[in-house]
Every structure is written in structure tokens, then in C-alpha cells.
């Protein structure tokens, strides 16, 4: 039985409008036991976070976090991002850092019910009403207790730069039927149609997502996560169908680029729009960012319209192994305050404040729009390798959307490997 509570756009936003260091064979990937800058030792002695942030803009916006806080010395391990995904599995059964940047949902339960994470039902006790009670089920485990604090999430959609549609009278199309128009639209005026890049593995997921839940529906696309539908089930087929028909609108040699310079190749007006999180502004000058915007992806399915979206929430959590717990749960808590997720989502523009209490005033228009999508989708996955297995995702999907992407027309073969391989996964 799936015990994962629902996440519901009502429940998300009533109210109101993740990392780790590795064993030692990897810490020659990041910067290793660096104290933040400007933290300072207090009474609480000293907090190790291992840290996947590694991008320039997130782990900036980590290190001034850490800054504030005065109760301990923290020392952070930052580690390539796809190297921190990985090895998680490993890294939590090893020698982990007192907190981790993780991801709620599946993904935290999983690594919970493993026994690899610390209860800390406590510090929510403190700090839960400041959360909606959406983002409290995405913290929970299977067994009630709370593993996991919110501290930032971000919608994906299909971003685009203003100046570059007007000058080509482009509109946000409705169906796959628009999508398609314009994509061949974008072709003959000489723009690449759409961004896309997968050398790390995990971009394609947010396309096989969008397209799962815009063709079949949510509960199917959660349940096929689940392990509880086939791969080879005609449904599924349609989906890797209805993206074969897209790849001739695909940036090509995506295995082979990266995501960021997917977004710099959005920036530099080569391509026409992009599927992506939030996060690509990142990607853009500062002086550039007004003029990028986005749309949800089109409908496919009418009984579905785009009531569903990729909406992830990133965190922190207590590994099961801390050195200094009483430490640990000082920073979190300082991670879970208003104040401390005001100072992320300032410096970095392609992230929204998880606390209830956050201060949205100062948010960009593409944060503004951001959240505006949020609240008006019905249902919110959290991506394909937040809500499965990690196993599955990274030994079975990332492989086999990497092969998809190589060879979009080897289809059925393709998805009875995947079946045959979940099965021996979901048992």
C-alpha cells in the first residue's frame, strides 16, 4: 500500500502563497570540512553539512544562510551535485556529515525507513506552524514521525525570453497541436524550437514526467513510479510516442550538454524555450532575468488539461550517524525560520520560500509567477527521481532516457528492459 501523503495544491499553499558530503574516496569532488564563511563556534560546538549545492548561485546562497547562524562552528562539504546523487545510498550507511541537503517526499521516507535518518519530530513541534500542512506530509515518514525540513521549492514549466517571442509575435501555446505549430514555427525562422540537454541524466525526467501526467494523469504517473504499473502498458508507450514525435524540435547532441549550458544557449537567443525548473534563471545576467517568462506545458489529454505539474522541494535532514545532533538540530532549525529562506530566495531567483512566513514582497516577477503557478495546479509531483526508488532511478532510468534520447525509435524494447529491471527492483 502507498503510504506517501498527497501533496495538493490546496493544501500546499493554505495559509500562504537539498546534499551531502561522500566518503573520503570522493572528497577530492568538493571542498572538504570548509568552515562557512563568517560562522562562528558557539556553545553548540561544530555541525558538518554535506552539500550538493554545488552550482555557484546555491551554494553562494548556502554559505551566506550558514553566515547567520551563531550557535555552533559549521563546517559545509560541498560535492558535485550528480556525483552527491549517486553515492547517497553509500554516503548515509558510511561516515555522513551531521545534516544533509535532501529532498522530501519519496526520497526522504525511503532513506528514513532504512533507519539512515533522525527523527526530528521534535524541531517541528517548534517550528511546524510555520509551515503549511502540505509541506508537513512531505516531511513525514511512513511511521508519522518528521525527517525532513523544507527550505526551498521550485516549479518547472517551459521558459522563454520575452524580447525574443514579441519580436517573433510567438504566443504560449494550449495543446500539444500549438506546441507543435510553434516548434516548427521557431525551426524556419531559424531558432533552435526547444532547449534540451541530458549528459547528467536527470533533465529527461522532466519531460517523460510532464508528458506521463499530461497523457495519463497524475495517480497513473505516481502509481507507475510506485513500481505498481508496467512499463509496457500501452499507456506508457504513448507517452515515448508522443516525445519521438518531438525530438526533430530538440536541441540536438543533448547527451553531451549539460543543463546549464542548455540555459546559456536560451540566454544567448539560440533556442526558443526551454523545459526546465525554475532554476535555469540561474543561467541568465542579472540585467536579463526580467525578460524571461514561461508557460505550463500544453495539454495533451483533455480529462487531464494541466492540472499537474513538477513542483520539488529541497531540504535538510539529520543522517543517522551525527556526530552532534543537539548541533544539527540547532541548524535546521535555523534553516526552517522565515528569515534565513528570505536570504535563498534573494540570492538565488529560480527558488520559492517553503515557510508560510516567508516575505514574498521582494520576490522577482518570474518568482511571483512562479508561485502563481503553484497555486493553480491541482496536483504536485517531485520529479521522477524524487518519487520512485533512488535505485530505479539512477541503475534502470537515467540509462534508459539516455538510450531513448539516443534512439527515440527503439521504443518496445527499450520498455520491456524497463519492466523486466523494475520488477527485480519492486519486490
Known amino acids: 500500500m502507498d503510504q506517501r501523503p498527497p501533496i495538493s495544491r490546496r493544501n500546499l499553499l493554505l495559509g500562504a502563497a537539498a546534499t551531502f558530503g561522500v566518503p573520503a574516496i570522493l572528497a577530492g569532488c568538493g571542498g572538504s570540512d570548509q568552515p562557512a564563511p563568517g560562522s562562528t563556534s558557539g556553545n553548540l560546538g561544530t555541525v558538518t553539512i554535506g552539500s550538493n549545492a554545488s552550482d555557484e548561485v546555491p551554494k553562494k546562497s548556502l554559505d551566506t544562510v550558514v553566515k547567520a547562524f551563531r ?3 559549521v563546517n559545509i562539504n560541498t560535492v558535485d551535485h550528480n556525483t552527491f546523487q549517486e553515492n547517497i545510498n553509500r554516503y548515509l550507511r558510511g561516515t555522513p ?12 521516507q525511503f532513506f528514513a525507513e532504512q533507519g539512515l535518518a533522525t527523527d526530528i519530530s521534535d524541531v517541528w513541534r517548534e517550528i511546524g506552524g510555520d509551515y503549511t500542512q502540505a509541506f508537513k506530509d512531505a516531511s513525514t515518514g511512513v511511521d508519522g514521525k518528521q525527517y525532513f525540513v523544507p527550505f526551498t521549492y521550485y516549479p518547472w514549466a517551459v521558459f522563454y525570453r520575452k524580447s525574443v517571442w514579441e519580436e517573433k509575435g510567438y504566443e504560449p501555446p494550449k495543446t500539444l497541436d500549438e506546441f507543435t505549430a510553434l516548434a516548427r514555427k521557431m525551426k524556419a525562422d531559424g531558432l533552435i524550437p526547444i532547449a534540451f540537454a541530458d549528459k547528467d541524466g536527470w533533465p529527461a525526467m522532466g519531460t517523460f514526467d510532464i508528458i506521463n501526467m499530461r497523457t495519463n494523469g497524475y495517480d497513473f504517473h505516481i502509481s507507475l513510479m510506485g513500481g505498481k504499473e508496467s512499463w509496457t502498458d500501452p499507456r506508457v508507450k504513448q507517452v ?10 530538440h536541441q540536438p547532441a543533448a547527451l553531451g550538454r549539460t543543463w546549464q549550458e542548455a540555459g546559456q544557449s536560451l540566454a544567448q537567443k539560440k533556442t526558443g524555450m526551454y523545459l526546465l525548473g525554475m532554476f535555469v534563471a540561474q543561467q541568465f545576467p542579472e540585467a ?11 495539454e495533451i489529454n483533455p480529462s487531464y488539461g494541466t492540472d499537474s505539474i513538477d513542483a520539488p522541494i529541497d531540504g535538510y ?11 544539527a538540530k540547532a541548524l535546521i532549525k535555523h ?8 536570504v535563498a530566495t534573494g540570492l538565488d531567483p529560480g527558488t520559492l520560500a517553503a515557510s508560510s512566513k516567508a516575505d514574498t514582497s521582494g520576490y522577482s516577477s518570474l518568482q511571483k509567477r512562479g508561485a502563481e503557478l503553484v497555486s493553480q495546479a491541482k496536483h504536485l509531483a517531485q520529479f521522477l527521481d524524487r518519487d520512485t526508488r533512488p535505485d530505479f532511478a539512477s541503475t534502470v532510468m537515467i540509462p534508459s532516457l539516455q538510450s531513448f534520447v539516443d534512439k527515440p525509435t527503439e521504443i518496445d524494447s527499450l520498455l520491456v528492459s524497463i519492466e523486466k529491471q523494475k520488477a527485480n527492483i519492486f519486490r
Request: proline letters at 2%; charged letters at 25%.
Open 71 to 73: 550557535q555552533a562552528q
Open 97 to 108: 556529515e551531521d545534516v544533509f541537503t535532501w529532498f522530501a517526499g519519496y526520497r526522504m
Open 240 to 249: 515515448f510516442d508522443t516525445w519521438r514525435g518531438l525530438m526533430e524540435y
Open 288 to 298: 536579463d532575468r526580467d525578460d524571461l517568462d514561461f508557460f505550463t506545458f500544453p
Open 317 to 327: 535532514m539529520i543522517s543517522a550517524k551525527a556526530r552532534n545532533v543537539d548541533g
Open 335 to 342: 534553516f526552517g525560520q522565515a528569515s534565513s529562506q528570505n
